[in-house]
Structure formats: structure tokens, C-alpha cells
Nanobody
Framework: QVQLVESGGGLVQAGDSLRLSCAAS????????MGWFRQAPGKEREFVAA????????YYADSVKGRFTISRDNAKNTVYLQMNSLKPEDAAVYYC?????????????????WGQGTQVTVSS
């Protein structure tokens, strides 16, 4: 089993950067693909990025491609989401999730474990 705790959210100005972290428990962290999702008020939870077991394969939603970077450090049981050039439309609660697959996809149904989320607010 995996327990996930996100951190690093906050209030920033448009154009600023944030790095979110997701700390995972358990000794099998490296056996999970990991993903980041976000949910804004009144909207469905949407896929942001995913990373494979080893970190060698990544996948991004078109809306964040070129601005966000997902990475992982299996020795530290941690997944990161580096967010650059933030826009007001990026404001949401961001969730990390674990998927028992080699490479995670964009479907929220694929993910077995979820964190509680961290709030990102972007002012214009």
C-alpha cells in the first residue's frame, strides 16, 4: 500500500513558479507509476502529468506541456511537479496519485491511491 501527502502549494503571481512535492510511504514506491491531477472549483478533476516507475517516461497534458515538469526520486520516496510560468487558469487543488502500472495514463480510474491535495492559487 501507498500513502501520499502533497505539499508546496500556495499563492503566487502569474508568471511565478512553484514546486509541489508528494511524499509517499511504503517500501514499494518504485513499483508505481505516479501522476498529478488538479481540480478547480466547479470542474472535473483533470490529468496534469504522469511518470513511469523509473522516471524514464513522462506524459503531460497539452495545457501544461513546456511549462510543468514531473520528476521522481525513488530513494526519497518523493514525486515532484515543477510548475513554471503559472497562469490564473492553473489555480486548482493539485493531487498526486499512484498507479500500479509501468507507465501511468491520463485516466483517474487508473490510479489506486490518492493524496489529500494541496491548493495552488495564481493571481493575475
Amino acid at each position: 500500500q501507498v500513502q501520499l501527502v502533497e505539499s508546496g502549494g500556495g499563492l503566487v503571481q502569474a508568471g511565478d513558479s512553484l514546486r509541489l512535492s508528494c511524499a509517499a510511504s511504503g517500501r514499494t514506491f518504485s513499483r508505481y507509476a505516479m501522476g498529478w491531477f488538479r481540480q478547480a472549483p466547479g470542474k472535473e478533476r483533470e490529468f496534469v502529468a504522469a511518470i513511469s516507475w523509473s522516471g524514464g517516461t513522462t506524459y503531460y497534458a497539452d495545457s501544461v506541456k513546456g511549462r510543468f515538469t514531473i520528476s521522481r526520486d525513488n530513494a526519497k520516496n518523493t514525486v515532484y511537479l515543477q510548475m513554471n510560468s503559472l497562469k490564473p487558469e492553473d489555480a486548482a487543488v493539485y493531487y498526486c496519485a499512484a498507479n500500479r502500472a509501468v507507465v501511468g495514463g491520463p485516466g483517474r480510474y487508473e490510479y489506486d491511491y490518492w493524496g489529500q491535495g494541496t491548493q495552488v492559487t495564481v493571481s493575475s
